[in-house]
């Protein structure tokens, strides 16, 4: 038929609540439940396909006394002493809950028939790609008509009653932060959420010994750290957030400008963009400052000379298994009588 292509876009609301992948790890992941009745466990599927997925291990409602869960940006905590939400019979009863909340009428819900993949042309693809979440707010009745704010959204531990929520942080352009985790929603204009920020008896991170509670999910004793990101980094991660909620870009983003201006043209002033630019990103993100592979060693090597090749993981591994070093090539530095 030769008619014209066009194709459409439509809002679909969701709750997001935690929940835990066990793959190889165990990570803590927002479940996502959509009005149409499909549901992002890292993969999307229908209600029938979640509880294979619960059956088989993929979604667990708990971890092992001892283990450590990995908080997304944030660190790898061990877990003690937990008592759990959920099990899976109550999970699926509570994932059917938000559904009805979501569409009352469970009308037009979306069926994967079983199928979690497609195959075209002998190569397999997911049968409903994974979207693109936004945190999404309205001062207006939820209707399929009302477009709303989006956001975005980080996570830290909050200080409330001399216990540790750890809390969805949802930054918008109206220059709001809503903060939820920790009993009812808190809105507060970002001047007054980045001075708590700052103040530990607002926000800290869990010491060993501490009760730590997610909602929905568990209250547990915290127990070491098995790695984290420096709280100072974090707090520089909200602020570049702010920034990007607001229409600016981000401290990665711009670091990739520069390097990109740097590779173009070797100069002084090239070189000294770079550095301001790749040290204002939060230490923790810098790694998204080059490709999958590499990440931020040629920035690095460039900055801080050759031997940051060393902290590339590709290179120990290649050492550890003394097979030939892997390398990576930059550009000279400027001349000395370059601009």
Same mark, same amino acid.
């Given at each position: 038929m030769n008619l014209p292509g066009i194709c459409r876009t439509k809002q679909i609301r969701g709750y997001a609540f935690p929940g835990i992948i066990n793959n190889g790890s165990y990570y803590l992941t927002h479940l996502e439940?959509?009005?149409?009745?499909?549901?992002?466990?890292?993969?999307? !599927?229908?209600?029938? &396909? /979640?509880k294979k997925k619960l059956r088989s291990g993929w979604v667990v409602t708990s971890i092992p006394d001892g283990d450590p869960l990995s908080i997304h940006g944030i660190g790898s905590l061990v877990v003690s002493n937990a008592k759990w939400n959920h099990t899976n019979k109550t999970l699926v009863k509570f994932i059917k809950t938000v559904l009805k909340q979501l569409n009352p009428r469970m009308e037009n819900l979306y069926k994967c028939y079983g199928r979690e993949t497609e195959e075209i042309g002998r190569v397999k693809y997911a049968s409903v790609g994974i979207p693109n979440t936004r945190p999404w707010k309205t001062k207006e009745p939820n209707t399929p008509l009302v477009w709303g704010?989006?956001?975005?959204?980080?996570?830290?531990?909050?200080?409330?009653?001399?216990?540790?929520?750890? !809390?969805?942080?949802? &930054? /918008?352009p109206d220059d709001t932060a809503v903060i939820f985790g920790s009993g009812e929603p808190i809105t507060l204009d970002f001047n007054t959420f980045a001075n708590q920020l700052r103040n530990p008896d607002y926000f800290r991170f869990p010491n060993r010994g501490d009760r730590v509670t997610i909602e929905q999910l568990v209250t547990f004793t915290a127990g070491e750290w098995k790695w984290s990101v420096k709280p100072e980094s974090l707090q520089a991660e909200f602020h570049d957030l702010h920034n990007q909620v607001l229409g600016k870009p981000g401290a990665v983003k711009q670091c990739i400008e520069a390097y990109s201006n740097?590779?173009?043209?070797?100069?002084?002033?090239?070189?000294n963009q770079l550095r301001?630019?790749?040290e204002a990103v939060p230490e923790h993100l810098r790694m998204y400052c080059g490709d999958m592979d590499t990440k931020d060693i040629p920035i690095r090597m460039i900055l801080y000379g050759k031997e940051e090749i060393k902290k590339w993981s590709h290179y120990q591994i290649a050492k550890a298994m003394n097979k030939e070093l892997p390398w990576i090539k930059i550009?000279?530095?400027?001349?000395?009588?370059?601009?």
């Open positions: 439940v959509f009005a149409d009745g499909l549901i992002n466990c890292w993969e999307m !599927v229908d209600l029938p &396909l /979640f704010i989006f956001g975005k959204s980080l996570q830290h531990f909050r200080v409330s009653n001399d216990r540790l929520f750890l !809390v969805n942080i949802q &930054l /918008f740097y590779l173009s043209k070797q100069t002084k002033e090239t070189l301001q630019k790749y550009p000279e530095p400027p001349d000395e009588n370059s601009a």
